[in-house]
């Protein structure tokens, strides 16, 4: 008898350690029932038997918690689409670099990348807003995006979302101003890189004529002294190279080069409410007319009016011209190997100097352009298109960008960043930013400004005697006036707002 108490008393043992090893406390209930197996019946009798039974129904069945640790479901696959121009000497290089920094943070995400060449993004672009199918993001120059914008075709950034990426105040307040298109509340882009102007020469050069770089370039009277000494200097023999060049009607950056002279000489582009030209006005005939001089006095190759920035640079770069007005993308390529495309071995690399464009009788201006990100209404992941907008607007992701592609970045911080701002050559860019000056955001911009560069084609046309003797008091009065009421039609029917 004492023999079958003991085994009561042991089976009793296990089942309360059962209970006590199923009763820690875990996220999910469940039942738990304690089974008697067989080998138990052998060794206790029927009597025992209903005993622990009866005991453990009492003890054992019961609700109890275990831990359960879910499997993780693998992120949707996601493929973003996304354009570009040829930003660079390696545009699709130095987009695909910053896709695999963005997917080791979203390994599910896949980054299509597609290179539009800037003579066939325009009509791609507006088709495929009109079409309401476009990419997911899509760059667009400064002076694209309110016209697109008007196209309905971009999805406005929220208050949240400009804010998780520094705010307004994080980003070149030029290029800022141009993803708000003017009356419409909204901002439907972010700025990712800066173009700006500065004067380039060869320091070589200039010691050679006698010209000091640090007063030529102080106003347009001591820049006019120094390209004169440059000429004489050339017709001596003591170089072989014209004081100055820059590209003419064959130029898609004909109302850039005109606009900073404007500018410095007190002038504008359109009135302070966007509802007529101004560019007729005398101060802005001022700035047009010394620019124009710059040609006339002979400071040019002859036939550089027909010469487009490209052809331009290639003769800053073989010698032939002293001195240029250009982008920091000139900086990247002055230090490119010439196997890799640049062109470092040239005595122009070697000897490149840079200093911000002089200042005229209002002050010292330069054109800021560049180019936003956007996100379209067509995207299907827009959250993940915004993510990635984020990051390219990162500062790691600006540096590293705008080096690769020889631009400026648009955020400031990235601007600020040693890379840029103590470089002997990008800080000049980096102060030209400062003083710089984009086109306004409104609809009509794109329509507005190939009025204007018809009409400035027309007036080098005039400038190199294409249409007789030319006389600046009556010829750029007359081209200007012209192109304003285009303008001016065109800002009535609303294209100013």
């Known amino acids: ?68 640790t879910p499997t993780p479901v693998p992120e949707e696959p996601i493929t973003l689409k996304v354009w570009i121009m040829p930003n660079g000497p390696d545009p699709l290089g130095a987009m695909q670099e910053e896709a695999k920094e963005f997917q080791k943070l979203h390994p599910n995400v896949t980054v299509e990348v597609e290179v539009l060449d ?20 899509s760059q667009l120059g400064t002076t694209w995006t309110a016209s697109i914008a008007a196209m309905g075709a971009l999805r406005p950034f929220t208050k949240d979302e400009i804010a998780a990426m520094g705010g307004p105040d994080n980003f070149v307040e030029a290029s800022w101003k141009t993803c708000n298109p003017v009356g419409s509340g909204f901002t439907v882009a972010v700025p990712w890189f800066v173009d700006t102007r500065a004067v380039l020469y060869r320091k070589d050069l200039y010691k050679k004529a006698g010209v000091d770089p640090n007063t030529a370039f102080d106003t347009w009277e001591t820049f006019d002294a120094a390209l004169a000494k440059l000429k004489e200097a050339k017709e001596k023999g003591l170089i072989n190279a014209y004081p100055i060049g820059f590209p003419g009607k064959n130029d898609w950056n004909v109302l850039h080069n005109f606009a900073p002279w404007v500018w410095e000489a007190g002038g504008d582009l359109l009135n302070p409410g966007n509802t007529a030209a101004v560019f007729n006005s005398p101060e802005a005939i001022k700035g047009v007319k010394f620019y124009a001089s710059l040609y006339t006095k002979g400071y040019t190759p002859p036939d550089v009016l027909e010469l487009n920035s490209a052809q331009v640079e290639g003769l800053f770069i073989n010698g032939e011209i002293a001195t240029i007005i250009s982008g920091p993308w000139m900086v990247k390529g002055a230090r490119t190997p010439n196997d890799k495309g640049g062109w470092a071995d040239s005595e122009a690399a070697k000897n490149l100097g840079a200093h911000e464009i002089p200042a005229g009788p209002a002050g010292r201006y330069t054109f800021v352009g560049g180019s936003n990100l956007t996100v379209w209404n067509s995207s299907k992941h827009p959250e993940m298109a915004v993510e990635f907008v984020k990051f390219l607007v990162s500062k790691d992701s600006q540096i590293r960008y705008s080096s690769n592609i020889g631009m400026l970045p648009a955020v400031k911080a990235a601007l600020a960043d040693p890379t840029f701002s103590e470089d002997p050559l990008y800080s000049v860019f980096v102060s030209a930013v400062e003083h710089g000056k984009s ?18 084609g027309a007036l080098w046309d005039d400038v190199a005697g294409v249409n007789g003797p030319f006389d600046p008091d009556t010829m750029i009065p007359a081209r200007l ?13 609303g294209g100013g707002q």
């Open 439 to 456: 086109y306004p955001a409104i609809p009509a911009w794109g329509a507005i400004e190939n009025v204007m560069v018809k009409a400035l």
């Open 481 to 493: 006036n012209q192109a304003k009421q285009e303008v001016d039609a065109l800002l009535a029917v």
């Open 118 to 137: 800037w003579g066939a993004a325009w009509p791609k672009i507006t088709t495929a807003a009109t079409s309401g199918e476009g990419p997911d993001i």
């Open 1 to 68: 008898m004492v023999r079958k108490v003991w085994v009561v008393l042991s089976l009793l043992l296990i089942a309360t350690l059962v209970l006590g090893a199923c009763a820690q406390p875990t996220p999910k209930v469940v039942k738990e029932t304690v089974v008697v197996t067989k080998e138990v019946e052998k060794v206790v009798t029927k009597e025992v038997q209903k005993v622990i039974t009866k005991e453990v129904e009492k003890v054992v069945t019961k609700e109890v918690k275990v831990v359960a």
